[in-house]
């Protein structure tokens, strides 16, 4: 489908060829596809391997077998690979040039180098417009060279004006695992570092086992500062591989069971196998039942609400799975709000002489239509609403998590009410850490801003606000106007420079905090090291107002809003409360050496901790951050 002039071509003259073939063959008796034959056009694949083996050396797979006319079409060892007598594309267009690189494993930093085929177009140029880039998967146990050979993908980009590169992802019978992406990822960023590469308009697309392997790459890279893709096309997707294991003959299960990919069977390694995948169904769908619905919790789709998908699949398609886990993932992808286009196929056949079926093939794509949908779409770095579902410490969008148990997945679903200065961050789990950049989130102007999170993990989680157009002073409870507590602060850094607030959110609760800023809190008080040890030295620093000249240091064992003359602090300067006079330099600075007591009663304690600016005169000017000095347990 979707076929050039210049190759159809092409390729009738080697249907014509074929045909010839056959009827020299039949005249003298013998079948034209004789089972157990092995595919001649399967050695293009067949050398890239060799030629990679050579290089990276070999995984522990052991060969795949041949593919011949009786080969079975429904397992994923053989229906990703080049479909018996179908006559192969030109594998590049005629004016532009397909060129082999491999990437060096300094590079990819995995040990391995990473065997890629790209194209730069005829209208290609080094300083003008960038130009989008399309990323082409192959299928299980086809090379990086097999997109341009079973597709017109080079062409379609050729003509558009786009770069095309084909990727291995470390070796072809790999399913997507973490080794495998971070060599894709490599990949991908030479790509970018070596040629005029717009990196907002990142197109993937894959076949089959490298359709579910795009998908989960989108799914597993949301960082807005890193490499994201814009928009997806998936053909003939699989992608959950508990489901393929527990189909699969034990050969296909040797393969899953490799080091490289799970290193052991689903019954021990189900976090590897989830994580990899695109959506993972409950066991009791397997085999595929038509009702099956996927687990979104266990979803990696979850993540790709603001990724455009394209999906085609054909409905009579050779593996049973494949319709199934197209409308499941037709139906998560809408569920968290992403755009789709679904093109359902029916029979299709690969022409030839005889026709082969084409059912599980790249032919099911309409590769003009997938670059319609491709074209002008950017990568949406910073949705302000969006689900993430991570298999590691990360960043999206505005978020990122430091996961508290590895080996486990991380949840959180997210919305901003920009009108309301509103974070909603919910159903938040596994998460040691939260750190929200408001600005990323899209609030501005003048707080006070407003954050509710709830935890519904097993362990407390530690959320951090930074991002701020001002600094941020301290947080009250929403309506009822009580502070909140324990609140720390870090004065210095963050994206705008305004400091961050932090605060543990307990497990199985709900904060609804409403972040103010007082414009007379701006000095700036933080302590070295923090947590402090008994008996041992801290350092305090105090960076107040040019014009002022002393501060009072409040050590405090209580907080409280509490009103001293036109200020308002929240470190209670009563008893048992130390208080000391210090003298400011010229800059309104101060530093100076304390010794912690060496008393056992101290250990594991937190003291609120403030200053509190005066002029000349002793007039109170300004109010510090309140900082929270720790003593290690």
């Known amino acids: 489908m979707a076929r050039s002039l210049l190759i159809l071509a092409v390729q009738i003259t080697l249907w014509a060829a074929l045909a010839s073939a056959s009827a020299q063959s039949t005249a003298s008796g013998v079948a034209p596809q004789v089972p157990g034959t092995p595919l001649d056009g399967n050695a293009l694949d067949e050398r890239a391997r060799q030629q990679r083996i050579a290089i990276t050396g070999t995984l522990g797979f052991p060969p795949l077998p041949p593919i011949t006319a009786d080969s079975p079409r429904n397992s994923m060892l053989y229906a990703d690979r080049l479909p018996y007598g179908a006559p192969a594309d030109s594998g590049g267009t005629l004016a532009a040039t397909m060129t082999t690189k491999w990437v060096p494993s300094e590079l990819t930093g995995t040990g391995f180098a990473e065997l890629i085929h790209y194209q730069l177009p005829d209208g290609y140029t080094l300083f003008g417009p960038a130009h989008p880039m399309v990323i082409a998967y192959h299928g299980f146990g086809a090379s990086a060279s097999s997109p341009a050979g079973l597709s017109t993908l080079d062409e379609e980009a050729n003509a558009r004006d786009w770069i095309y590169v084909s990727v291995t992802g470390v070796d072809d019978q790999l399913f997507g695992t973490p080794i495998s992406q971070q060599n894709t990822y490599a990949a991908i960023q030479y790509m970018i570092d070596n040629h005029n590469v717009d990196p907002d308009r990142l197109y993937m697309v894959g076949f089959s086992l490298g359709a579910a392997i795009s998908a989960n790459f989108a799914a597993r890279h949301r960082d807005p500062s890193g490499i994201m893709i814009a928009a997806l096309g998936l053909v003939s997707c699989t992608g959950d591989w508990v489901m393929e294991y527990t189909m699969a003959d ?171 200065k509103l974070i909603t961050i919910s159903e938040v789990s596994n998460a040691d850490e939260l750190h929200v950049d408001v600005s990323a989130a899209g609030l501005s102007g003048a707080m006070p ?185």
């Open 449 to 633: 801003y407003r954050v509710q999170v709830t935890n519904a993990g097993l362990n407390p989680t530690r959320l951090y606000l930074t991002g701020f157009p001002d600094s941020p002073s301290y947080m009250k409870v929403p309506l009822v106007g009580s502070l909140v507590t324990l609140v720390d602060s870090d004065p210095t850094g963050g994206p705008t420079g305004n400091g961050t607030l932090s605060v543990e959110i307990p497990a199985g609760t709900t904060s609804d905090l409403k972040v103010v800023h007082d414009p007379t809190w701006v000095t700036k008080l933080t302590t070295s090291p923090n947590p402090a040890s008994i008996g041992a030295s801290l350092d305090f620093t105090i960076d107040g107002p040019p014009a002022d000249t002393n501060v009072y240091l409040v050590v405090a064992a209580v907080e409280m809003f509490t009103p001293v003359d036109n200020l308002l602090l929240t470190a209670f300067p009563g008893p048992p409360s130390i208080i000391r006079f210090l003298p400011l330099d010229a800059a309104g600075d101060f530093s100076f050496t304390q010794t912690i007591p060496n008393q056992s009663t101290l250990l594991g304690l937190r003291f609120p901790t403030q200053v509190v600016t005066t002029d000349a005169q002793g007039t109170l000017q300004t109010v510090s951050n309140l900082w929270g000095l720790y003593i290690a347990p």
């Open 250 to 420: 034990s050969a296909l299960q040797m393969w899953m069971e490799n080091p490289f990919n799970f290193d052991g069977p689903p019954s021990t390694e189900l976090f590897a196998y989830q994580a990899s995948s695109l959506l993972h169904d409950d066991t009791a769908s397997y085999p595929p039942l038509s009702s099956a619905v996927a687990l979104t919790s266990l979803s990696m789709a979850t993540n790709l609400g603001s990724v455009p998908t394209y999906i085609t699949y054909d409905d009579q398609d050779t593996l049973p799975q494949v319709p199934i886990l197209c409308e499941q993932l037709d139906t998560t992808l809408q569920a968290v709000g992403a755009t789709t286009e679904k093109v359902v196929m029916s029979g299709t056949v690969i022409p030839g002489i005889p026709p082969v079926s084409g059912t599980h093939s790249w032919e099911v794509l309409d590769e003009a239509d997938l670059f319609d949908f491709f074209d002008g779409k950017t990568a949406n770095r910073e949705p302000a609403d969006f689900s993430a579902q991570q298999d590691l410490s990360a960043a999206v969008s505005w978020a990122s998590t430091v996961q508290d148990t590895e080996g486990e997945f991380t949840y959180l679903d997210a919305t901003v009410n920009t009108a309301a």
